[in-house]
């Protein structure tokens, strides 16, 4: 099972400042990589898949990159309605698998 | 718009076995694969399994065991079987629709369903 290691696990930032979040596989995925947004109380949401592949109706200001074992999700400015939690999750392997999640927080 | 919408009971004893239903509206089940994930409280994110229209499933290796998916397209519902629970299974259980195109991603959740093992 490839495990996805996430760091920071929390990131304290302003409004406006840019958010930098890092996902590393236990071996290379490709760009087999997504990342969803989950706020309180609801399901997580589609930003990014395929490493850079902004889903439909995501702001530009999400932006993905990375592959092989290392990727990036960058928030150019961070705006009141993206503090929330952030997990990325490959599909090179089954079981597909998700990592523990960063959680972005108002400083 | 499609939207994905999870039944069944919010609470099970141990040993039992925990049902779950989603119904999907709004768009065909035809051609796409069918999950369902869940998320113990405060905690992150995993695959149960997944199952194809046409009924054919894949399960986590970890759960595969005690796990059954199963679909009926005539009623635009596929359905959850996870039996032996115990408390480890309580969680807020997801289902979700995966694109053909691209296998594993999600783009549709339903907005989940806390279910609790307790005596």
């Known amino acids: 099972e490839i495990v996805l290691t996430q760091s920071p696990a929390t990131l304290s930032l302003s409004p406006g400042e840019r958010a930098t979040l890092s996902c590393r596989a236990s071996?290379?995925?490709?760009?087999?990589l997504a990342w969803y947004q989950q706020k309180p109380g609801q399901a997580p949401r589609l930003l990014i898949y395929?490493?850079?592949n902004r889903a439909t109706g995501i702001p530009a200001r999400f932006s993905g990159s990375g592959s092989g074992t290392d990727f990036t999700l960058t928030i150019s400015s961070l705006e009141s309605e993206d503090f929330a939690v952030y997990y990325c999750q490959q599909r090179s392997n089954w079981p597909w698998t998700f990592g523990q999640g960063t959680k972005v927080e108002i400083k | 718009q499609v939207q994905l919408q999870e039944s069944g009971p919010g609470l099970v004893k141990p040993s039992e076995t925990l049902s779950l239903t989603c119904t999907v509206s709004g768009g065909a089940m035809r051609s796409y694969y069918w999950s369902w994930i869940r998320q113990p409280p405060g905690k992150g994110l995993e695959w149960i399994g997944y199952i194809y229209y046409n009924g054919n499933t894949n399960y986590s290796p970890s759960l595969q065991s005690r796990v059954t998916i199963s679909v009926d397209t005539s009623k635009n519902q596929f359905s959850l079987k996870l039996s032996s629970v115990t408390a480890a299974d309580t969680a807020v259980y997801y289902c979700a629709r995966l694109p053909p195109s691209t296998v594993g991603i999600i783009d549709f959740w339903g907005q989940g369903t806390l279910v609790t093992v307790s005596s």
């Open positions: 071996q290379s995925i490709s760009s087999y």
């Open positions: 395929d490493g850079s």
